[in-house]
């Protein structure tokens, strides 16, 4: 971003512009459009979440490490799934192969699950599963394990992604063509909103449209035309506004432009507001505020000079604090290279302790409200984000703009000029183009142990053994009858998993019936 010239200023002596006059468009914290926050008093009330996204290998080792986390003050859960798991496949599938615990944690059965969730307190923590096609599955999964613990489902905390419109555009773990994945995600709208009321049914991802190479602006276009979408969609299923957009939350990435961040989460709010009680007409408070997760940038990260990443994540955890975020995670040093180890872990985690226990920044509700280069920001990310909501409406809408791939190349043609800018050296990156380090840097990596795939096939083959095969046949066909009939399948699959039916196994019945979807191309 161009340094600022003093005529730009929105806000500000030069601008005319009396500082109580840009009050009315601010408000209060806590009160609307909430542009410095959704709590009066922010962090001096209840420090954000510290939730750090953690799974690989077998569920037996992902649960070791969510208890070193938890035990270190983690307050939070947060799950990756392997790919395999992500695509709808149990360990065992040929198409699983090579890939089972990788890039997460493999989860095909009940039986992994109880294993995953094994002494953690699911009525007092809350969990976040990072999970879309298969969300559903996962979540009735996660379900079934409370059950049979004798947690009322009235309980349970946590949320589960369940976007997959980004899966589209920026990610690719999609399954299903658009409309049907679309009927999955207001299914589980459905099923919370009158079982699982303290769940947050779908986490809107800003995250991965960044990473993929978007702009600030992009981003938060993108996701909450995103969000629009899923909104009309609920309502389109006969559900009411105020009935489950309280249960709606956000995840953002935060960037290394330090103020640009902060401001876009400030127009985030403020947008979403609007939109809540103007175009859709909600009534409640709590439907019109943006509740947001937050992760740093993980393309920033460089795999030369690692000790760096070190800086980069606690000035982009500073930002999100300052943002307003209600939850965050910070990236490990090492993750350019591999998985975390549990040193970087730990270090990550400390990282938002220190600045929750000795900065000072959360005894102040909002400290850069009013500024006038934060307030001239928040604006133009608010005035360029509006401008490709319209663009999208005038389009045809999220959907449409996915299927002629006008959304995934906006994305594209911004990752190609920053990475221009990045060769050319108008981008400066420490450790890339700029200070660069001859040693040869050799950190501790974690690594996937090599045996570790045949296990966990061996565990799943047995437990299907031990079921019954014409209970799973029956509950596979009445899963095949539900999506013909577009009833809530939320309770059919909460029902065949608690009797063995595996993740695979239902997607398969689902692949069925919805077919799959494949990408158009665009250049």
């Not at 400390?350 to 409200?369: F, K, N, W, Y």
Request: a neutral charge; aromatic letters at 8%.
């Amino acid at each position: 971003m161009s340094p600022l010239k003093p005529t730009d200023l929105c806000f500000g002596p030069e601008s005319g512009v009396a500082p109580e006059h840009y009050s009315e468009k601010l408000g209060a914290p806590g009160e609307f459009p909430y542009t410095r926050g959704i709590q009066k008093d922010m962090y001096r009330g209840r420090l954000w979440t510290m939730r750090q996204y953690a799974g690989f290998g077998t569920a037996a080792e992902s649960n070791k490490r969510y208890r070193l986390l938890l035990d270190k003050g983690q307050t939070g859960l947060s799950v990756a799934f392997d790919l395999p798991t992500q695509m709808g496949y149990d360990s065992d599938d040929l198409m699983a192969r090579g890939e089972v615990g990788k890039v997460g944690v493999a989860i095909s059965s009940l039986q992994d699950m109880e294993t995953l969730l094994d002494e953690l307190p699911l009525e007092t923590v809350s969990t976040s599963m990072t999970i879309n096609a298969t969300a559903g599955i996962l979540l009735a999964l996660y379900i079934a394990v409370a059950r049979k613990r004798g947690i009322s489902e009235s309980a349970l905390r946590g949320t589960v992604q369940n976007d997959i419109l980004k899966e589209y555009i920026a990610r690719g773990t999609y399954i299903y063509p658009p409309k049907p994945s679309m009927r999955l995600v207001t299914d589980i709208f459905k099923y919370c909103s009158e079982n699982v009321p303290q769940w947050n049914t779908v986490s809107i991802s800003g995250y991965h449209i960044r990473e993929a190479g978007s702009t600030a602006a992009q981003e938060l276009a993108f996701t909450l035309a995103n969000g629009v979408t899923y909104v009309e969609s609920a309502l389109k299923s006969g559900l009411q506004i105020d009935d489950f957009a309280s249960r709606l939350s956000f995840f953002f990435n935060v960037h290394n432009n330090f103020f640009e961040e902060v401001a876009k989460f400030r127009a985030a709010r403020r947008i979403w507001a609007h939109l809540m009680k103007e175009r859709f007409g909600a009534k409640s408070q709590k439907s019109l505020l943006l509740r947001f997760h937050t992760q740093t940038a993980g393309v920033t990260l460089t795999a030369q000079q690692p000790e760096n990443n070190v800086v980069r994540v606690t000035m982009q955890a500073l930002s999100a604090v300052l943002g307003g975020t209600q939850s965050l995670h910070t990236n490990s040093k090492d993750e350019a290279l591999g998985l975390p180890t549990e040193a970087a872990a730990t270090l990550a985690l400390r990282t938002q302790q220190i600045i929750a226990s000795e900065t000072g920044v959360a005894d102040v509700v909002d400290p850069l409200g009013g500024s006038y280069y934060v307030e001239h920001l928040t604006n133009k990310i608010e005035t360029e984000a509006l401008a490709y909501l319209k663009r999208i409406d005038d389009l045809g809408g999220v959907i449409r703009c996915i299927e002629t791939g006008y959304i995934q190349k906006e994305i594209q043609n911004s990752a190609y000029d920053y990475q221009l800018k990045v060769q050319s050296g108008e981008e400066l990156i420490v450790g890339i183009n700029i200070h660069k380090d001859s040693r040869d840097f050799k950190p501790d990596v974690l690594k996937i142990k090599p045996d570790l795939e045949k296990k966990q096939i061996t565990r799943l083959k047995a437990f299907k053994k031990k079921r019954k095969p014409e209970l799973v046949k029956s509950h596979l066909e009445k899963i095949r009858n539900g999506a013909k009939q577009e009833v809530c399948l939320i309770p059919l699959f909460i029902t065949a998993v608690t009797d063995g039916v595996t993740l695979g196994e239902i997607s398969h019945a689902l692949r069925q019936e919805f077919g799959t979807y494949r990408e158009k191309i665009t250049i």
